[in-house]
């Protein structure tokens, strides 16, 4: 018989499927925010979208909102540190990048050793339950050395 769905139970299922790790970056007039998705999803080759989706409550939320546009650092396997860094709540802004290897981006920075970079405009937004789907244009891709993927299963980070 099929019953009422609860989050936790759709959790615990989605744990057992990977998800690529990816660190989202950008700047509003308050502050360089970046944080840790495991959403991020090729949407459109024409025009060339991602979406990710960012929690409601999370604190990244409505900077990344303001901001308008974003960049994306696709992790290496090696990068499993950065992905726990930011994927840290509460973090004041200032302490976030103390310690952070990165360059500047047009739309936030670009961490140093991924494997790829995405630099977005916001195309649009959807309202996705307790999350928003941010839907970027991706305005210029640039492609680190070549390596293994970080994915995110069972509630620990894995190569791919």
Same mark, same amino acid.
């Given at each position: 018989?099929?019953?009422?769905?609860?989050?936790?139970?759709?959790?615990?299922?989605?744990?057992?499927?990977?998800?690529?790790?990816?660190?989202?970056?950008?700047?509003?007039?308050?502050?360089?925010?970046?944080?840790?998705?495991?959403?991020?999803?090729?949407?459109?080759?024409?025009?060339?979208?991602?979406?990710?989706?960012?929690?409601?409550?999370?604190?990244?939320?409505?900077?990344?909102?303001?901001?308008?546009?974003?960049?994306?650092?696709?992790?290496?396997?090696?990068?499993?540190?950065?992905?726990?860094?930011?994927?840290?709540?509460?973090?004041?802004?200032?302490?976030?990048? !103390?310690?952070?290897?990165? #360059? /500047?981006? @047009? %739309?936030? $920075?670009?961490?140093?050793?991924?494997?790829?970079?995405?630099?977005?405009?916001?195309?649009?937004?959807?309202?996705?339950?307790?999350?928003?789907?941010?839907?970027?244009?991706?305005?210029?891709?640039?492609?680190?050395?070549?390596? !293994?993927?970080?994915?995110? #299963? /069972?509630? @620990? %980070?894995? $190569?791919?």
């Amino acid at each position: 018989m099929i019953g009422a769905m609860t989050g936790e139970e759709l959790r615990e299922t989605m744990r057992r499927f990977p998800a690529p790790v990816a660190v989202v970056t950008g700047a509003d007039e308050h502050e360089v925010f970046g944080l840790t998705v495991g959403s991020l999803v090729s949407l459109s080759l024409e025009p060339p979208l991602v979406g990710i989706s960012v929690g409601k409550d999370s604190a990244r939320h409505e900077p990344l909102r303001n901001a308008r546009a974003f960049a994306v650092s696709i992790l290496s396997e090696a990068q499993a540190h950065l992905a726990q860094h930011f994927a840290r709540s509460g973090v004041p802004p200032i302490v976030l990048w !103390r310690d952070v290897a990165s #360059r /500047d981006g @047009t %739309y936030g $920075p670009l961490l140093d050793g991924a494997l790829a970079w995405l630099e977005c405009t916001t195309w649009a937004e959807y309202d996705a339950g307790d999350h928003t789907l941010f839907v970027g244009k991706v305005v210029s891709t640039e492609h680190g050395a070549p390596g !293994r993927g970080l994915v995110y #299963r /069972d509630s @620990t %980070y894995h $190569p791919a």
